[in-house]
Every structure is written in structure tokens, then in C-alpha cells.
Nanobody
């Protein structure tokens, strides 16, 4: 089993930055992917960014490209999402997730409780 806990959300103004952190614990050696997702009330979650733990290869949603950067630590027990040039439409609950096997944004097994990011105009 793996547990993931996010932190770092908050309120910023348009153009500001937020850095989200996610700490994984438990059987982290089994993890092949870590990622970030977002979800608005009443809507399905959508992928934001994914990183493959072995290769470091990353994938981003179109809305995140050139503004967000996903990274991981050396033992793959943590992942981070640096969010720059934030827009009001980036306002959402952001969730960290981890997977033993994934294909881009599919296959995630373990989810955190979420951290709110609010961008004001």
C-alpha cells in the first residue's frame, strides 16, 4: 500500500506562482508514475502532469504546458508541481496520485486528499 499527502495550495493573484508538494509513503519502490490532477466541484478529474519515476519522462495537459513543471525527488518518494503564470481558470482542487503502472493519466491507484489552489483576478 502507498499513501500520498499533498501540501502547498493556497490563494494567489493572477500571474502568481504556487508550488505543490506530494509525499508518498509505504511501498514507494513499486511506484512507476506520480502525477497531479485537478477537479472542480461536480466535474470529472483531469490530468495536469505526470512523471515516470524511472526515466523522469514527463507529460503535461495542454493547459499546463509552458507554465507548470512536475519533478520528483531522488528516491521517488515525493513529487512537486511548480505552477507559474497562474490564471483564474487554474482555480481547482489539485490531487496528487501515484501508480504502479500508468499510461499518461490512466491507471493511478493511490490518491491524496487534495489541496485547493485559488487564483483571483
Amino acid at each position: 500500500q502507498v499513501q500520498v499527502v499533498e501540501s502547498g495550495g493556497g490563494s494567489v493573484q493572477t500571474g502568481g506562482s504556487v508550488n505543490l508538494s506530494c509525499i508518498a509513503s509505504g511501498d514507494t519502490d513499486s511506484l512507476k508514475c506520480m502525477g497531479w490532477f485537478r477537479q472542480a466541484p461536480g466535474k470529472d478529474s483531469e490530468g495536469v502532469a505526470v512523471i515516470y519515476t524511472a526515466s523522469g519522462q514527463t507529460f503535461y495537459a495542454d493547459s499546463a504546458k509552458d507554465r507548470f513543471t512536475i519533478s520528483r525527488n531522488s528516491d521517488n518518494s515525493a513529487t512537486y508541481l511548480q505552477m507559474n503564470s497562474l490564471k483564474p481558470e487554474d482555480t481547482d482542487m489539485y490531487y496528487c496520485a501515484a501508480a504502479r503502472s500508468c499510461f499518461i493519466f490512466r491507471g493511478f491507484d493511490y490518491w491524496g486528499q487534495g489541496t485547493q489552489v485559488t487564483v483571483s483576478s
